[in-house]
């Protein structure tokens, strides 16, 4: 996925920022190709969303998102917690093997 177009809600991104140290805007520097990425199905949302577990600058962390309007969408983000990156790294390890 390269030359992405990203779009955000604003406060969401300014409020994942305050509580979590994360930007939205850094999902320029995500490794989708090392990402595991999943729908999102835990409920009935009203449009396909996804799960994304990738590194941004060496940080592994979860980003929810979808498709809208020819964008990634991102809806949320926060770091990985430890069960999720001792997930990550055992399929990373699987696949390059």
């Known amino acids: 996925m390269s030359d992405i177009d990203y779009t955000w809600d604003e406060i969401k991104r300014q409020k994942t920022l305050s509580e979590r140290g994360l930007d ?3 999902m320029v520097f995500f490794d989708w190709d090392t990402a595991l990425t999943l729908e999102d199905i835990r409920q009935d949302y009203p449009e396909t969303r ?3 577990k990738g590194l941004i600058k060496s940080v592994l962390v979860n980003c929810v998102w979808c498709y809208r309007n020819g964008t990634v969408r991102i809806i949320s ?4 917690n430890k069960r999720e990156r001792m997930y990550y790294e055992k399929q990373i390890q699987t696949s390059y093997r």
């Not at 983000?77 to 990985?80: S, T």
């Open 24 to 26: 939205f805007a850094d």
């Open 50 to 52: 996804y799960s994304s």
């Open 77 to 80: 983000m926060r770091k990985a």
